[in-house]
């Protein structure tokens, strides 16, 4: 069974993803905020990980930083999670490997799913 990361600090987010990829058949590791979001990482070896940008402890953007020189964590696919749509966050993002990007305000679970199956297959 493929597993999924989510790192995320909104539990009501967090919550709504972890169900619905749970029901899409895979395995689910949450971790609401950066520090516990690179422990999992190192740990578990995910197969994709979901990634907030605004996290306690360590942001998103520095944990990818953090992920990409691990040779165990750097080949690991992200897909971003943000409030933000904006072009220079995304640009950096896509600098550091992020894969896609999901907007909060914007975002729908089955398109959530579709990204991850994309990505895993």
């Not at 949450?30 to 990482?41: H, I, S, Y």
């Amino acid at each position: 069974m493929k597993k999924v990361l989510i790192i995320e600090d909104d539990k009501e987010i967090l919550d709504l993803l972890a169900k619905k990829i749970k029901e899409s058949g895979y395995q689910v590791l949450v971790a609401r905020d950066g520090e516990e979001g690179l422990r999992f990482l190192r740990e578990e070896k995910p197969d994709l990980v979901l990634l907030d940008i605004v996290l306690p402890s360590v942001d998103g953007l520095e944990l990818m930083r953090r992920k990409q020189v691990l040779p165990e964590t750097a080949n690991i696919p992200v897909i971003i999670i943000s409030n933000s749509g904006a072009a220079s966050e995304i640009s950096q993002a896509r600098h550091l490997g992020a894969k896609d990007w999901i907007i909060k305000t914007k975002f729908s679970l089955q398109e959530s799913i579709e990204k991850i199956e994309k990505i895993i297959q």
